[in-house]
């Protein structure tokens, strides 16, 4: 079992940047993938990143060099910085875990963190 718990979601203007961490707890960190996923209303659940446990990454193409997913096994926590944010970035963003290297995990879920991007 793994316990996920993200924070650092908030409002921001366009053009700003955000970082959400999740940190996880229950199992060893460092075999799982990691992935950060958002739910915008009345919208379908959407892979955000991912990480492999290798380190391997995966991102939407709507957040292509914007977005940077990592990982900190030390720290049991992996990270999504948000840069140049728009307001179609506007969602609840979960973190979730599963397989090692499945680009898609999730097989444990967080709570989710809101993010608000102005205009």
């Known amino acids: 079992q793994v316990q996920l718990v993200e924070s650092g979601g908030g409002l921001v203007q366009a053009g700003g940047s955000l970082r959400l961490s999740c940190a996880a707890s229950?199992?060893?960190?460092?075999?799982?993938?990691m992935g950060w996923y958002r739910q915008a209303p009345e919208k379908q659940r959407e892979l955000v990143a991912s990480?492999?446990?290798?380190?391997?990454?995966n991102y939407a193409d709507s957040v292509k060099g914007r977005f940077t997913i990592s990982r900190d096994n030390a720290k049991n926590t992996v990270y999504l910085q948000m840069n140049s944010l728009k307001p179609e970035d506007t969602a609840v963003y979960y973190c979730?875990?599963?397989?090692?290297?499945?680009?898609?995990?999730?097989?444990?879920w967080g709570q989710g963190t809101q993010v608000t991007v102005s205009s």
């Open positions: 990480i492999t446990s290798g380190g391997t990454t």
């Open positions: 979730a875990a599963g397989h090692s290297s499945s680009y898609y995990p999730k097989n444990y």
């Open positions: 229950g199992s060893i960190f460092s075999i799982y993938a």
